[in-house]
């Protein structure tokens, strides 16, 4: 008996090698696009979440100025509640957009740093007592 292989074995055995070598190839391509879809799906469940949380929050700051204000109606003054321990609500930061009039373009203050007031703290530009001692 000789141990040679026929051409129709040899060509099954190099087949069943490649079918396995493509399963693996399939089972990497399904994963991945697992990883994708998953990634996708909870992408817009954090939207959809953080949209939620955002509400809820101007809702409950919107009850606490309506709050304030009826305090204030009922004849609180805004320097009684601060001694209690409540001060005014914070107040929501509104942009404003201003045109140029002579050019005609838009100049949004938005994404400017927000001004910072000086309160005499910066030691540069304040004379020292004892500078001639």
Do not use: C
């Not at 190099?14 to 697992?34: E, G």
Request: proline share 2%; glycine share 4%.
């Amino acid at each position: 008996m000789s141990n040679t292989l026929s051409v129709e074995e040899a060509v099954e055995r190099a087949r069943r090698l490649q079918d396995d070598r493509i399963t693996a190839v399939r089972d990497v391509a399904t994963a991945r696009q697992n990883v994708i879809d998953v990634r996708a799906e909870t992408d817009r469940e954090l939207a959809e979440l953080q949209a939620k949380i955002a509400e809820r929050i101007s809702t409950a700051e919107r009850e606490d100025a309506q709050t304030y204000r009826a305090a204030l109606k009922a004849g609180w003054t805004e320097k009684e509640l601060r001694e209690i321990g409540f001060a005014e609500p914070d107040k929501k930061r509104r942009t404003r957009r201003t045109r140029a009039i002579s050019s005609g373009t838009n100049t949004d203050t938005s994404d400017a740093a927000p001004a910072t007031q000086d309160h005499g703290t910066d030691t540069d530009t304040q004379p020292t007592e004892h500078a001639n001692n």
